[in-house]
């Protein structure tokens, strides 16, 4: 069974190709040196850029795989959730490419992709040499969504915290902008956080009703206060010119005392999880922020019966796309009518 998956959700254009769930290629092209002269992301700039990036990409994967359309048996797209525009080019590429080549089509969801980014283990140097076992739970820590979901076999998925406000990648971008650290942000916190002193600076962890969610809006204007307070400024300065009075060893240290407490609050709620669901087997991670280091360290010592995806497959990719397609089909759930392929902006799994 060859399955060719498309991403187009957000800032990366990607294809790949999966035989019996095996990834023969893996093509990625990020937007992100386009974006890191505004800072974040730009809708319209990112849907242009997918329109000029698409079919090469799409043509890379195939010759990279050997293959051809003749053998190629399911298409498979990400439909919801992401940017409308950026979202439109892949879809319709899809769609097209369906009816062109009359190959049966599925439309993923974004966050299930992430999700089974932890079964391309085969693929990944430091992949996971097991499958996660059900009943798990994953954690889904991207750039839009903050959310633990509960699995209790493949394609059944129950959310059972989410985040309430902002989701804990917009916020490591959010905080790394204020310090004056690239984008995009996580990275670059996480750089600097490891020349810094984790216990300088504490910071809230918020309460929520549901002690499952998580709120990280909370979190950043801590920080913006306390970055206030350290250059001596008053809450009407204006924030792009905070950097300026920072020295590098504030920043480092702003940038680890927030990455510590991030984390901390993101493992204290998997914990909590664990403890209300004694069954599960497995904890996996999934989405960009699951590539951090200091985090893959500390919930490994944590002693949960961790997975993380392949730092390659963190961020955002086809392979995943291809993956959770691949559990679709062996699920038995039908191809999706490419002239009714829907789209949807950033919303939940279920
Ligand atoms: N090493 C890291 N540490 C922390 N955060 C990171 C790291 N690497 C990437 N990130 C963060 O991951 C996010 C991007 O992840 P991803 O591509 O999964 O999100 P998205 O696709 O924009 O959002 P979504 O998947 O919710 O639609 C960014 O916020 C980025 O800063
Ligand atoms: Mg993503």
């Given at each position: 069974m060859i399955i060719l998956g498309i991403e187009s959700s957000c800032d990366e254009t990607a294809c790949a190709i999966l035989k019996d769930g095996e990834l023969l290629?893996?093509?990625?092209?990020?937007?992100?040196?386009?974006?890191?002269?505004?800072?974040?992301?730009?809708?319209?700039?990112?849907?242009?850029?997918?329109?000029?990036?698409?079919?090469?990409?799409?043509?890379?994967?195939?010759?990279?795989?050997k293959v051809n359309w003749d053998i190629i048996d399911y298409i498979a797209v990400t439909n919801t959730p992401g940017l409308l525009g950026s979202l439109l080019i892949g879809t319709l590429t899809a769609r097209t490419l369906a009816i062109l080549?009359?190959?049966?089509?599925?439309?993923?969801?974004?966050?299930?992709?992430?999700?089974?980014?932890?079964?391309?283990?085969?693929?990944?140097?430091?992949?996971?040499?097991?499958?996660?076992?059900?009943?798990?739970?994953?954690?889904?820590?991207?750039?839009?969504h903050t959310q633990i979901i509960k699995m209790t076999h493949h394609n059944h998925f129950e959310i059972i915290g989410t985040t309430l406000d902002d989701a804990v990648g917009e916020c490591f971008d959010k905080i790394a902008k204020i310090l004056g650290l690239p984008y995009p942000g996580g990275p670059s916190i996480a750089a600097a956080a490891e020349k810094g002193n984790p216990k300088k600076y504490h910071f809230p962890h918020p309460k929520t009703k549901n002690p499952l969610d998580f709120s990280f809006s909370g979190l950043k204007t801590a920080v913006l206060r306390q970055v206030q307070k350290e250059c001596g400024v008053g809450l009407d300065f204006p924030s792009h010119e905070l950097k300026n009075l920072l020295t590098p060893e504030q920043i480092n240290d702003f940038a680890a005392s927030f990455q510590k407490t991030a984390i901390d609050i993101l493992l204290e709620k998997l914990r909590l999880a664990k403890k209300l669901n004694p069954d599960t087997k497995s904890i996996v991670f999934a989405g960009g922020v699951s590539a951090n280091q200091e985090l893959r360290k500390m919930a490994t010592a944590s002693e949960l019966p961790v997975f993380f995806p392949n730092p390659k497959f963190s961020g955002d990719n086809a392979a995943m796309v291809a993956m959770a397609c691949f559990y679709e089909i062996k699920s038995g759930i039908k191809p999706t009518d490419p002239y009714k392929l829907t789209l949807a902006p950033r919303s939940d799994l279920c």
């Open positions: 290629s893996n093509v990625v092209v990020s937007q992100i040196d386009i974006f890191k002269s505004y800072g974040g992301v730009i809708p319209e700039v990112a849907a242009r850029s997918h329109l000029e990036a698409i079919l090469p990409v799409i043509d890379k994967a195939i010759s990279d795989a080549h009359n190959k049966p089509l599925y439309a993923i969801h974004h966050l299930k992709s992430h999700i089974y980014s932890n079964w391309l283990s085969a693929s990944g140097e430091t992949g996971p040499s097991q499958r996660p076992q059900f009943p798990l739970l994953s954690l889904v820590i991207s750039g839009g």
